[in-house]
């Protein structure tokens, strides 16, 4: 034991003796101007190291510098600046006289990619042909240099493209390691913090840098965010990817393929690319089993908050600051600056409550003229198409679409977009509506068109017009109805022609039947008061008891009923008892007239028969 304790004391004693012989006779300023050398030749890049280089021998061999920057050809800003830089180096190469670098250490550092920071390229140099860029002899270098391992810690990004805002990433943390064969594993942490909404993100790549400049390619097996703040669910969104990407230098392109993300419970697959310029140029072909955009939007089922509100639960959600700066700006003038062709198949999309089927969309934006060629899917037991286009290359943004809808039960969309209306059914509408801005709101308030509509088995609750009809007969005639406790109005089909124009909505040419009773009419419907006024024709088939003439005559004739007021407060009008005393007065002028020419030779027939002449 003692002689193991002596071998490792003297071992001990070597490498302390041996270390402290390399910090006295190897200067690390020495290698100051060959690493700026160095990094100029093979990057282009400027750097620039504050104070004297010095030793560090414990835990690891290093060479510590102050403050140091790092400037692209040109810039007027450096890229990166930190308050110190450590540089982990290999013992036995230096021996050598070799200098190897390990680990290059910033803590602290600030990474600009702002257009300051960018190079500026001299249009008049030659440019080396790809192919014939050969690598220096061995001995023509001197020194060798070699980086092995990259670690950022507790530090700033701040990138930004030309006109657009500054983003800042902060608490960075990142690892690579890089073989002799460029390829590199990278482990990478950031926060960003903006408009009260905080993402962190991670994610670890195996990235294989043997082609760059001209080409990068890159695995990224794990991706994990979290958003959280304003106008975003209470349970914020977060989520895992996968990817790879490919970046082309001469085509400026970036590519991805075998995409696999996850927000909350949605799923999205596909690839895609962008070419990157002033104006960039997307391609996406995404596909979906489930896309939940309840989790994902800031708005929420409206019969969901209605719950909660009920039960006095709910919780305010969180609003984002108002920014005078992007409140100047058009609507959608983003769309400006990009051109897009996207495709999307998603087995399931769940929007305010509704859940979609088979959804497919093509869309097409040209630097402001987005195109939505397709866009349809399946609710309920029907189907709905919505193409149109929006034309956002003005300052006001104009829209225009084209639904189709076949068999859609309306109760579903009346619910999920909030409209106090208690009405069930199958509708069926084709027309062309258009306005400014696409959302709910905006469609109540200030768009235009026109629509032919169809009803099938609906039911309209709170009003029975069978029942409204008959009773009204019953007091004031002999009349007698079988009894209906029903409190809602049935129809086989109803039809209508329908056009809007800035909140107020015109029904024209109604017409419905069921077993029951028949209808025409016309009316109006304020979406924004939330008010309407109904003119209908009743005529009651069915329903009444016995058999008589003035029963027959009641199935033949249309009693006029005004349906008016608030949606959650009806009012209504009938006008029975002008219809009947009319129709008495017919009946007794028919059986007059019927009793005049059949006495038309006595005085007395003569005498009612210029009386009817009269009247």
């Known amino acids: ?11 001990l004693v070597v490498i302390v003796a041996g270390l402290s012989a390399l910090v006295l006779l190897v200067n690390p300023n020495d290698f100051r101007d060959y690493l700026v050398r160095q990094v100029a030749d093979r990057s282009g890049y400027q750097l620039q190291l504050d104070g004297p280089l010095r030793w560090h ?9 102050g ?19 450590r540089l982990d180096v290999a013992l036995m190469p230096l021996l050598s006289h070799q200098l190897q670098v390990n680990q290059v250490m910033l803590k602290g550092a600030v990474i600009e990619l702002t257009p300051k920071t960018e190079a500026v390229k001299n249009n008049a140099a030659p440019v080396a042909p790809r192919d014939n860029t050969l690598p220096q002899a061995p001995e023509d270098r001197g020194w060798s240099f070699d980086v092995a391992r990259l670690e950022v810690a507790d530090s700033v990004l701040v990138f930004q493209h030309e006109g657009d805002e500054q983003i800042t990433v902060r608490d960075i943390k990142l690892q690579m390691e890089q073989d002799k064969h460029y390829q590199a594993n990278v482990e990478f942490s950031g926060r960003v913090n903006r408009d009260q909404r905080d993402l962190n993100l991670s994610f670890t790549a195996n990235v294989n840098a043997g082609d760059y400049p001209h080409a990068l390619t890159a695995n990224f097996s794990q991706l994990n965010w979290q958003l959280q703040g304003a106008d975003l669910p209470a349970q914020g969104i977060s989520g895992q990817g996968s990817f790879q990407a490919e970046w082309q230098d001469d085509q400026k392109r970036i590519s991805f393929s075998q995409l696999q993300l996850a927000a909350n419970d949605s799923k999205l697959a596909g690839e895609g690319s962008v070419v990157l310029g002033d104006k960039p140029q997307w391609q996406l072909n995404l596909q979906s089993d489930k896309l939940n955009l309840d989790n994902l939007l800031s708005q929420a089922n409206p019969s969901a908050n209605a719950n909660v509100n009920q039960q006095g639960q709910s919780q305010p959600r969180l609003q984002r600051p108002v920014i005078a700066d992007n409140g100047s700006g058009p609507d959608y003038a983003s769309l400006r600056g990009f051109s897009a062709a996207v495709q999307l198949d998603a087995s399931q999309v769940l929007w305010r409550g509704m859940n979609f089927k088979d959804v497919a969309m093509q869309a097409s934006n040209d630097f402001g003229l987005l195109n939505i060629a397709k866009l349809q899917g399946k609710l309920d037991d029907g189907t709905m198409s919505l193409p149109g286009s929006l034309d956002a290359r003005n300052n006001t943004p104009v829209s225009t679409f084209q639904p189709k809808l076949e068999n859609i039960q309306i109760g579903t969309l009346l619910k999920a977009f909030n409209y106090p209306i208690d009405l069930t059914g199958k509708l069926s509408l084709e027309g062309e509506f258009s306005g400014d801005k696409i959302d709910a709101d905006n469609f109540r308030r200030s768009w235009q068109g026109q629509a032919k509509l169809s009803l099938l088995d609906s039911r309209a609750e709170g009003l029975n017009f069978q029942q409204l009809v008959q009773q009204a007969v019953e007091r004031s005639t002999h009349v007698k109805a079988k009894e209906n406790l029903e ?11 329908l056009s809007l124009d800035n909140g107020m909505m015109t029904l024209n ?6 077993s029951l009773l028949a209808l025409d009419g016309q009316g109006t419907l304020d979406l924004v008061k939330e008010e309407g006024d109904m003119r209908f024709n009743v005529r009651v088939l069915e329903g009444w008891e016995g058999e008589s003439k003035l029963i027959d005559t009641l199935k033949q004739t249309a009693i006029p009923l005004r349906v008016y007021g608030k949606w959650t407060e009806l009012n209504y009008s009938l006008q029975v008892d002008q219809v009947l005393r009319k129709q008495l007065q017919n009946e007794a002028r028919d059986r007059l007239k019927a009793w005049a020419d059949k006495n038309q030779d006595s005085q007395s027939g003569k005498d009612v028969k210029k009386l009817l002449d009269k009247l």
């Open 1 to 11: 034991m003692r002689r193991i304790l002596t071998t490792l004391m003297i071992l």
């Open 509 to 514: 040419e109604m017409s419905g039947k069921s």
């Open 487 to 497: 409190s809602a109005t049935r129809l086989d089909a109803f039809s209508s022609d």
């Open 57 to 65: 021998v414990w835990p690891q061999l290093s060479i510590l510098s």
């Open 67 to 85: 403050r140091m920057t790092l400037t692209e050809p040109g810039a007027s800003a450096p890229l990166v600046k930190a308050d110190n830089m």
